[in-house]
């Protein structure tokens, strides 16, 4: 049976302590699915089809990745993927909270889709979509955490270029 991971996330935009934990994945999935939330209600930077080219051109050169978007609750698109777990990357004891309480409630909602998570590297650690659009937005230098093509969309989304 193939282990299939599902590695959600808004990607607004995609950093490289992302691309970290999928790699950090693979090596224990034989697939992993790099699943966009969509959520119409909500109010992104990149919208979903700038979004989707990011991670597609910043993860061009892994092997047993695969792209796709979805709204709405993750264990049925889990379900829906034949995916038996939710890869999620943890960083500083700041994220615990929130990504506990995901995992528990996803497990409530669907007890056959387990939570795995990942330590990202140290390097990663205080990279975030949301820090890293803070200091941009300001014309802040965040090359080094996204590859050179997110820095560049984020310098055109900020009007720097
Ligand atoms: O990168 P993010 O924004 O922290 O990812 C959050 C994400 C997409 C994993 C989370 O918001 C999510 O799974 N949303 C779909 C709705 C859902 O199933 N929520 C969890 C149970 S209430």
């Given amino acids: ?8 996330g808004s990607f607004d ?3 490289n302590g992302h691309i970290d934990i999928i790699e950090r994945g693979l090596k224990i999935f034989d697939k992993i699915i790099v699943a966009i939330l969509h959520n119409p209600g909500k109010e992104y930077l990149f919208n979903i ?11 061009k050169k892994l092997e047993n990745i695969e792209l796709d978007a979805f709204n709405g609750l993750l264990v049925d698109f889990a379900d829906q993927r034949k995916a038996q777990a939710i890869l999620r990357g943890m960083r500083a004891v ?3 909270e929130y990504e506990f309480q995901m995992a528990l409630m996803n497990r409530r909602l669907n007890r056959e889709v ?3 998570f990942l330590m990202t590297g140290l390097r990663w650690i205080f990279t975030s979509s949301s820090i890293i659009k803070e200091a941009a937005r300001f014309g802040g230098d965040v090359s080094g955490m996204v590859s050179s093509l997110v820095n560049r969309k984020l310098k055109e989304k900020f009007g720097f270029v």
Avoid: C, G, H, N
């Fill in 1 to 8: 049976m193939q282990r299939v991971a599902i590695y959600p």
């Fill in 13 to 15: 935009p995609v950093t």
């Fill in 49 to 59: 089809e700038e979004r989707m080219d990011m991670l597609e051109k910043s993860t």
């Fill in 94 to 96: 700041s994220d615990f």
């Fill in 114 to 116: 387990q939570t795995v």
